[in-house]
C-alpha cells in the first residue's frame, strides 16, 4: 500500500480483458481487493507468464509467442493507462 497498511483479499481467480488492440490477455492468479481503487498490473507477473515487455517514448507495448503486440498503454504521469475491457 505504501503507508504500512494492509487489505484484505476477498478473492482470487483468471480475467480475461480484450485489449484497445483487439487481444485477449488472461491474466492468472488475480487478487481482488475492494479497498485498492486501481485495477494494477504487475510487469512481474506478465514476465513469469512469458509476456515480453518495453517502454519507450512514453508508451509500453508487450507481446508474446508470435504476437508482436498485445497490448499498449501511455504514460500518464508515473503510471501506464492500459485501456481493456472484460472478455
Avoid at 47 to 62: A, L, Q, T
Amino acid at each position: 500500500m505504501g503507508n504500512d497498511g494492509e487489505c484484505k483479499i476477498v478473492g482470487i481467480g483468471n480475467v480475461c480483458l480484450l485489449t484497445s488492440i483487439g487481444c485477449r490477455l488472461m491474466l492468472k492468479d488475480v487478487r481482488d481487493v475492494p479497498d485498492v481503487r486501481l485495477n494494477l498490473i504487475l510487469a512481474g507477473r506478465l514476465d513469469d507468464e512469458g509476456y515480453i515487455g518495453g517502454f519507450h517514448n512514453g508508451s509500453w507495448k508487450f507481446c508474446k509467442g508470435g504476437m508482436i503486440a498485445v497490448a499498449q498503454a501511455q504514460k500518464q504521469n508515473t503510471l501506464y493507462v492500459m485501456h481493456a475491457r472484460l472478455c
